[in-house]
Structure formats: C-alpha cells, structure tokens
C-alpha cells in the first residue's frame, strides 16, 4: 500500500467514526475491589554508565518509583519511570 492510499484510507476512516461514535472506538470498564493493607513507595534514581542522548537531551541520570503493595502476607512489586 502507498502512503497516499494508507493517509487516505485512515482520513476516510476517521471521518467516517465521527457520524458512528460507538461502532468504531468500543471500551469497557472493569471494577476491582481489592482492600490493600500496605503500600510503600520509594524515590530512586539511577546513575547511567553513560550518558542518554535523545531529541529532547541528554541525561546522565534517571528517576524511578518502586511501588510495594502488601496484604495477607502477599507482596507484589511494580515501578514507574516518569
């Protein structure tokens, strides 16, 4: 497919999507309940062997978040980098 026909195919789409809102873009939504008896969070941050070069900058260090939940005696570990 050329990139002519691809832009073209997904204009049609989009614009088509805007008279159908719900046929197109479908979501559903779970709830969980869940009674979590303790969370820790811990700042960290990450000295880089080398430097990190992108677009944006350059970093030589980075910030991470260790996130631990904890109930009945079961640990679970998670992490996010802003």
């Known amino acids: 497919m050329k990139r002519k026909?691809?832009?073209t195919l997904t204009g049609s789409l989009l614009a088509a999507s805007a008279f159908?809102?719900?046929?197109?873009i479908s979501s559903?939504?779970?709830e969980i309940k869940s009674e979590i008896v303790k969370v820790?969070?811990?700042i960290y941050e990450l000295h880089l062997r080398q430097a990190w070069t992108l677009s944006?900058?350059?970093w030589t260090t980075r910030r991470n978040v260790l996130v631990r939940?904890?109930?009945d005696g079961?640990?679970?570990y998670g992490?996010?980098?802003p």
């Open 79 to 81: 992490e996010a980098a």
């Open 56 to 58: 944006r900058g350059t």
């Open 20 to 24: 159908l809102p719900g046929a197109m």
């Open 69 to 71: 939940l904890e109930k």
């Open 28 to 30: 559903k939504k779970k």
């Open 74 to 76: 079961i640990v679970g």
């Open 5 to 7: 026909d691809f832009l």
């Open 40 to 42: 820790t969070t811990q």
